[in-house]
C-alpha cells in the first residue's frame, strides 16, 4: 500500500493550494478515503473525507465551505483535497488517509503566511 501526497508549499492568506495523494497497492475504488492534519504542536485531527463512490463526503467544520475534496477511480486512482480562502490556521502537515486501515501517506507541508 503507498499513499503519496503532493501539492503543499507556502500560500498567502486567502489564497489556494491543490493537494493530491496518489494512492497505489490496493482496490482504490473500493476505499474511503480521507485527509486529516497536524499542526506545529497540535494533534492529528479529521479534514475531510470521501465515500469510495465519491457520493458522500464529510468535512470539518473548521474548513467546511472553504475545502472541497474529489476523486478519481477512473483511471488516476487520486484523491484530492482544493483548499480555497486559507487562513493561517490552515498552517500544518496534510496527510492522506484510507479509513479503516493504518495507511497514511508521509504528509505535505502547507503552510499560511503572508
Known amino acids: 500500500v503507498q499513499l503519496v501526497e503532493s501539492g503543499g508549499g507556502l500560500a498567502q492568506p486567502g489564497g489556494s493550494l491543490r493537494l493530491s495523494c496518489a494512492a497505489s497497492g490496493f482496490t482504490f475504488s473500493s476505499a474511503d478515503m480521507s485527509w486529516a492534519r497536524q499542526g506545529p504542536g497540535k494533534e492529528r485531527e479529521f479534514v475531510a473525507a470521501?465515500?469510495?463512490?465519491?457520493?458522500?463526503?464529510?468535512y470539518a467544520d473548521s474548513v467546511k465551505g472553504r475545502f472541497t475534496i474529489s476523486r478519481d477511480n477512473a483511471a488516476k486512482n487520486t484523491v484530492w483535497l482544493q483548499m480555497n480562502n486559507l487562513k493561517p490556521e490552515d498552517t500544518a502537515v496534510y496527510y492522506c488517509?484510507?479509513?479503516?486501515?493504518?495507511?497514511w501517506g508521509q504528509g505535505t507541508q502547507v503552510t499560511v503566511s503572508s
Open positions: 470521501i465515500s469510495w463512490s465519491g457520493r458522500e463526503e464529510y
Open positions: 488517509h484510507h479509513l479503516g486501515t493504518f495507511s
